[in-house]
């Protein structure tokens, strides 16, 4: 039973319902007592984020996606629309590829169409230089960097650790006896470059030559067959790795394909713990990062802007390694 | 480079580059030779839909998807977007869900959003039957069914031949010499329906009883693991069945690892022919629907209605079978 439910049982908008729910300003008192009935008589307890939402003046919340054809933003835009939905918000999407002159172009529809508050779901590297154009919205209306980061007034970040999640995992490598990690990645997000930072970072603490670091790190084409190629090359190379990392899962999946075609075998560890971790085989060990519990953090501390200031404006949330048969921490000694 | 860069590089906006190209009204001389020395500089060829394409009333176009997370309307959604975007339009999505209802809500947002067309990516049956919020929306702008069907003025469908393409693949799999076909299922779409009667249909020819056939189609839960629990359980309550078509690729997929628990080996398709086919082992041989050219031609249509009547507004494309592992016509005869 949610808010939806309630107005339809008592016959008025939801509007109504909401302000009923926080005093019954505007409502007749007839409207006002059918409605507290079914409240009542249905069990419905309000979302603690709707008390105090004035529907009238909140209405529209914009969403900007680099790239809705991945699976992970996708599922994130998911998470986010259905949250603001239960708040009995409206949410428009806007998909803005990844030069800063899209994302700006975008940015300005979704302010045209008066919006009232905007997510940003994934961000470059680019489009946090050159974040103008955020900056200025932000003074407007709340701004919600969905695993991306400004530091400027207005603007709520709200990332997961990926850095600390990529650099236990070569520790965790490293203890079950693999100590040459290939760290595979195709992309420039922010997100990217944290795990990348994580990387290099674990092999600086565990001891690793600066050259012996660039080697052991490849950046992948676009494609799985391309991806798989890339590796074998490296692999008919002679290149010394013998564990590998993706920073996306459909990465490490390219790594078992090419190792698989070599008849090697090797610790894999991907990202994200998305279907495809489940269906390839062997299954692939994968990191978690919370994605819809990154999502709600986000729309609560953006809903927390419409009765005063956010808790914070900087949150980080911890990943968790889910093990499968591509790497298993006890198992897998050399 | 596209219509963005000659604005850039012309120093004045796509609307005046779509004057110039429509013929120069209300461009001033100046103007209009300079713009058309950069046009000719860089051997510009402007898209011929982008022509007489009038951008000062038709500007932001609305795109309704029922779920987002689903990679398959993900994609749709990602090539709409792309397409529309190369044709100088903005773009405003909404996520509805599958109830009618919020469908219903979603759709007039975007109305009060005052978008000058509707794309509907992906219909339900429900939503196909209490279609009137539908048919209102039709008579004031163009409304674009991307794999749904509703025959009313002002509506243009865009489907993929679903029913053919399942009726043809039971067709393979019995001159093969597989002719017990399991169906599996999870929703009920417009797709989902038209795959269905493709099933049905080959099986009715083909001399099956109906009960038999009831047998040998079934609805699936939402997750993999859930998946694969209820085909097993298919299995060992010894239901005869000699090969597996799937809706979905996922559903393939669900099918292939219950078939692995129990050492079966038997022919298995999927449909989409997404990532999941190419990862899945053995890899998946799945029924691609050519979703990039459905795209392109929904959207080529739609802008048919902005000088005139589209040259049809009930279009069906072929899908085509990609053999892989699980299934090849040549190799894998009883």
Not at 138 to 149: D, E, L
Not at 300 to 305: A, D, M, R, S, V
Not at 308 to 324: H, M, N
Request: positive net charge.
């Amino acid at each position: 039973m949610n808010i939806y439910d309630i107005a339809k049982k008592s016959g008025v908008s939801i509007a109504t319902i909401s302000r009923v729910i926080n005093g019954g300003k505007n409502v007749s008192k007839k409207t006002y007592d059918k409605v507290l009935a079914v409240i009542e008589e249905e069990g419905y307890t309000p979302n603690v984020f709707a008390r105090g939402l004035g529907l009238n003046t909140m209405e529209t919340i914009g969403i900007l996606v680099s790239d809705v054809a991945d699976p992970y933003y996708a599922q994130m835009i998911s998470y986010l629309t259905t949250k603001l939905h239960n708040l009995g918000l409206n949410v428009l999407l806007g998909c803005t590829g990844n030069s800063l002159e899209n994302k700006n172009r975008e940015l300005q529809m979704l302010l045209d169409k008066r919006v009232d508050a905007i997510f940003l779901a994934g961000s470059s590297q680019q489009e946090l230089r050159g974040n103008q154009a955020i900056k200025s919205a932000a003074k407007k209306i709340p701004v919600i960097m969905v695993n991306g980061r400004i530091n400027a007034p207005g603007i709520i970040n709200v990332a997961s650790n990926d850095q600390e999640a990529i650099y236990s995992s070569v520790f965790k490598l490293h203890n079950s006896g693999f100590s040459k990690p290939l760290y595979v990645f195709n992309t420039y997000t922010y997100s990217a470059h944290q795990k990348m930072a994580g990387f290099k970072k674990a092999c600086s603490e565990l001891g690793k030559q600066k050259a012996f670091l660039r080697e052991n790190m490849l950046q992948l084409p676009n494609t799985l067959e391309e991806m798989s190629a890339a590796i074998l090359k490296l692999i008919d190379a002679d290149k010394e790795f013998d564990c590998v990392i993706g920073s996306e899962d459909m990465l490490a999946i390219a790594a078992q394909k090419a190792l698989k075609e070599r008849d090697l075998k090797m610790p894999v560890i991907g990202y994200n713990n998305s279907i495809l971790a489940k269906v390839s085989s062997p299954t692939l060990t994968s990191i978690d990062n919370r994605l819809e519990e990154l999502c709600s953090k986000a729309v609560k501390l953006f809903h927390e802007t419409t009765t005063g200031s956010p808790s914070s404006t900087y949150v980080t949330l911890d990943c968790q390694l889910i093990e499968r048969d591509s790497f298993r921490t006890e198992n897998n000694t050399k």
